[in-house]
């Protein structure tokens, strides 16, 4: 941060945080597209695909979103994910997605998918990238926003599973620029994936990883020292080691943490007591996202209030927070250097 931003980003009164956090842009670096489907359409796929809930009503299934760990609630979001059958519902899902993101501000989104929740129950591969994809392409050109996917393997699956999805999506190969790891972590440390990464650097193409949401701090270095993740999806477990932390600020390594999904997920069992403050001014290259948002109460503006509001952040720290989001993003030079200029306008110019 320039120290003439960072002076006028001091001054700016808490009372108006709020609005600054929602209009000041931003990147959006970890968001699983599965978790954005709401309720609402999530009925109106079931009805259409004649796919069967287990809850009778939108009410009921909403009232079912009461997490005690994250394993609690991906039994949930897979059942959840059962409705989408087609290339539309993908293309519905990830429209609506990029429309909320829109209006919060996001400038590039940067978006997981887990195609093997959706290959195991016979839908093919083509019609899950393909809806993706296609959304992505109608936000940048009636929304203006970059968007991009990232395939995810389920680390509960094996490694040969993921291989074999790799070569599946492999005809794809231009439609997404990178890969993650998501799904149960405690018992699936990142080294059991170490052949499928090497396998996706050699076809250039980036790599994170979930490491460090439930998972011990050795996840994170073997995520990044086995797997060569380039920003590690929460890290939030990261603060206790301090050899990582001085590791992960020293290199700027990006943390994609998502407060309310850390919250929801008992994580942290209030968002005062969350460390994101920490981590940020112990020099990580923190950012913040929503993960899954429509089970987790908010969109990315929403995550970024409740957690000001609970640490005390002020301005500078809303600054540092969406420039580490562009400076993190897999977008290329000119582009992450046009959005930290718009970054730096917007708050050259708010008032
Ligand atoms: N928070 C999370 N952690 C791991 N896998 C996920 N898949 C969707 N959300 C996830
Ligand atoms: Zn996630």
Not at 120 to 132: D, N, Q, S
Not at 144 to 152: S, Y
Request: with cysteine; charged share 25%.
């Amino acid at each position: 941060m320039t120290d003439a931003v960072h002076d006028f980003a001091r001054r700016i009164p808490h009372d108006r945080l709020p609005e600054l956090l929602r209009r000041m842009p931003k990147a959006e670096l970890h968001i699983h597209i599965e978790g954005s489907l709401e309720p609402e359409l999530m009925f109106e796929m079931a009805r259409r695909n004649d796919v069967k809930l287990a809850y009778s009503s939108v009410d009921e299934l909403r009232r079912a979103y009461d997490f005690n760990n994250l394993q609690s609630f991906l039994d949930i979001y897979y059942a959840g994910a059962s409705v989408l059958q087609t290339e539309q519902d993908f293309y519905d899902m990830c429209w609506a997605y990029l429309e909320r993101a829109h209006a919060d501000r996001v400038l590039r989104a940067e978006i997981f998918f887990d195609p093997q929740t959706h290959t195991v129950r016979g839908v093919p591969m083509g019609a899950v990238i393909e809806g993706l994809h296609r959304a992505c392409q109608d936000a940048q050109t009636q929304l203006g926003i970059d968007a991009e996917l990232i395939l995810c393997f389920l680390r509960h699956l094996s490694e040969q599973e993921a291989l074999d999805t790799l070569e599946e999506a492999l005809p794809w190969r231009d439609r997404f620029i990178g890969v993650g790891l998501d799904s149960s972590e405690v018992g699936h440390p990142p080294e059991k994936f170490a052949r499928v990464f090497a396998r996706c650097g050699e076809l250039g193409l980036h790599r994170v990883a979930h490491a460090g949401e439930e998972g011990p701090p050795a996840y994170i270095w073997s995520a990044l020292d086995v797997l060569k993740a380039e920003r590690i999806d929460h890290g939030v477990q990261s603060s206790k080691d301090a050899k990582l932390m001085q590791r992960l600020a020293q290199q700027r390594t990006a943390l994609t943490v998502c407060p309310l999904s850390n919250l929801k997920l008992c994580v942290f069992p209030q968002l005062a007591q969350h460390n994101i403050r920490q981590l940020l001014e112990a020099g990580l290259a923190v950012t913040v996202n929503s993960d899954d948002p429509a089970y987790f109460g908010g969109y990315l503006n929403t995550n970024f209030i409740e957690i000001f509001a609970a640490t005390g952040m002020d301005a500078g720290h809303a600054y540092q927070l969406a420039r580490n989001s562009f400076e993190a993003s897999f977008a290329d030079a000119a582009t992450r250097q046009r959005d930290i200029e718009r970054l730096d306008r917007f708050f050259a110019e708010f008032a």
